[in-house]
Nanobody, 124 residues
Framework: QVHLVESGGGLVQAGGSLRLSCAVS????????AAWFRQVPGKERDIVAA????????NYADSVKGRFAISRDNAKNTVYLHMNSLKPEDTAVYYC?????????????????WGQGTQVTVSS
């Protein structure tokens, strides 16, 4: 059974930083592209960052470029999202996702495996 468990969310002041972690079990993460999405109530879930299975390629939404960084440690079966210079508009539930993919990033919303999400709240 596949499990993705996010952690590291919380309440932070604007300008602060957080690191989200996504611990993956039940699959060999090194065979999967991964991504972070976020969703606010009443809106669609949006992709924030994506990374290829070996970590060599990554892509970011324009709204987070230069502030967020996605990384992964395949030996630990974990994907990270480093968030800096946080803004109130970054407040959302953040989800990690994984999809079997031989190369490149998956920038679509079509992912096979999803976590349950972790809340990030940025106060002004």
């Amino acid at each position: 059974q596949v499990h993705l468990v996010e952690s590291g969310g919380g309440l932070v002041q604007a300008g602060g930083s957080l690191r989200l972690s996504c611990a993956v079990s039940g699959i060999t993460l090194s065979r999967y592209a991964a991504a972070w999405f976020r969703q606010v109530p009443g809106k669609e879930r949006d992709i924030v960052a994506a990374i290829s299975r070996n970590g060599g390629t990554s892509n970011y939404a324009d709204s987070v470029k230069g502030r967020f960084a996605i990384s992964r440690d395949n030996a630990k079966n974990t994907v990270y999202l480093h968030m800096n210079s946080l803004k109130p508009e970054d407040t959302a539930v953040y989800y990690c996702a994984a999809e079997y993919k031989l190369s490149g990033v998956n920038w679509s919303g079509e992912y096979e495996h999803w976590g349950q999400g972790t809340q990030v709240t940025v106060s002004s």
